[in-house]
Structure formats: C-alpha cells, structure tokens
C-alpha cells in the first residue's frame, strides 16, 4: 500500500490536486471494504489508491486515464498484473474505450479480471466518492458527471450507458456488506 500512495502521490497531488483529493477518498472506501475480500483486501487498496493515475498530465499518452495508468503501472513499476488490470478497468472503462475507439486496445493489452467481487468493490469505491473525496451516493455521483462533463460529451455517453451496471455493482457490494458482521 505504501508504494500505492508513493506513486499516485508523485503523480497526482501537485499537478491535479482535486483528482489527489478524490483517489484519497476512493482508497478510504476501499479500506472499509476489506472485510469482504479476505485476501484481497490489500490488492483493492492499492487499485483504489491507483485507479486515476493515468491522468497525470506526463502519462497521458492516449488521453484515456484507465489505459495510460495501466500502462505506465506495467512499463515503469513492473506492477502486479491483477492490480494493472483492475486500474486498466475500473468503472465499466470498457464502454468508456468503446466511445473512445480504444477498446480493442484496452481488451488486448488488459483483459477484465474474473473477479467479480473484486471488480464491484473498485466501482464502489470510485462512484461513491466524490471528485473532493467524499462519501457520495452512485446516483450522486453519476449526476455529478454528467453535469460536470455534459451528456453529449464522450464521458456523458459513455457514464449513461454504463450507470446501470454501476448501480448494480454498489447494489451487489452493499449486499455483500450487509452480509458480514461488522
């Protein structure tokens, strides 16, 4: 997790201190989730913590975040394959490519994980955190996007196409959450 922090630290805090103030928030979530992952309770963490790198203004090459994180994660730390793949998806990023023209590249390079669990937990933490690092609700969040981006915009299609399974993973997370003891 350290290592987590020192990367998206030296990637994001000077340079987009918003965004560093949203990945704060969207690694706290994630340390509330361990409960429920067991032994991948770190990896969550460390994707939490990872998941916005790419738009550090040097990494983005493409000007598709979850591809340049990925990316760079891979060439330049030699980063864990599941942790690369889990930043490289986060939040239905497939659809995202697709509007982009990018999705054959991120399919090829980074194939989604068969975690589901895993994959729901990163959605949680990221679309129930606002861009300052608060706790939000999905709906929230989604509005919030379309609102800030506009609905015609690339991120505005592709955030309305893929809200559905964004509000099916919180859903499938708060289930999984209500079933464990606190």
Not at 9 to 16: D, I, M, N
Not at 96 to 108: D, F, H, I, V
């Amino acid at each position: 997790m350290d290592w987590a922090t020192r990367v998206a630290r030296a990637e994001l805090s000077a340079a987009l201190p918003r965004r560093w103030a949203h990945t704060r928030g969207v690694a706290r979530r994630a340390a509330d989730l361990g409960r429920i992952l067991g032994d991948d309770a770190e990896l969550l963490k460390a994707a939490a913590t990872l998941h916005d790198v790419g738009y550090a203004p040097r990494l983005a090459a493409t000007g598709f975040h979850p591809l340049d994180g990925a990316r760079f994660l891979r060439d330049e730390h030699g980063a864990d394959e599941r942790l690369v793949r889990l930043v490289a998806n986060h939040s239905c990023a497939l659809l995202e490519a697709e509007e982009r023209g990018l999705r054959e590249s991120l399919e090829a390079e980074f194939p989604l994980l068969e975690e589901p669990l895993l994959v729901d937990a990163l959605v949680y933490c990221d679309m129930t955190t606002t861009p300052d690092g608060d706790p939000t609700t999905a709906r929230e969040r989604v509005a919030e996007i379309l609102c800030r981006y506009g609905a015609d915009s690339i991120v505005g299609r592709f955030i309305r196409r893929a809200s559905p399974e964004i509000f099916a993973a919180v859903e499938r997370v708060d289930a999984a959450l209500a079933g464990q003891p606190r």
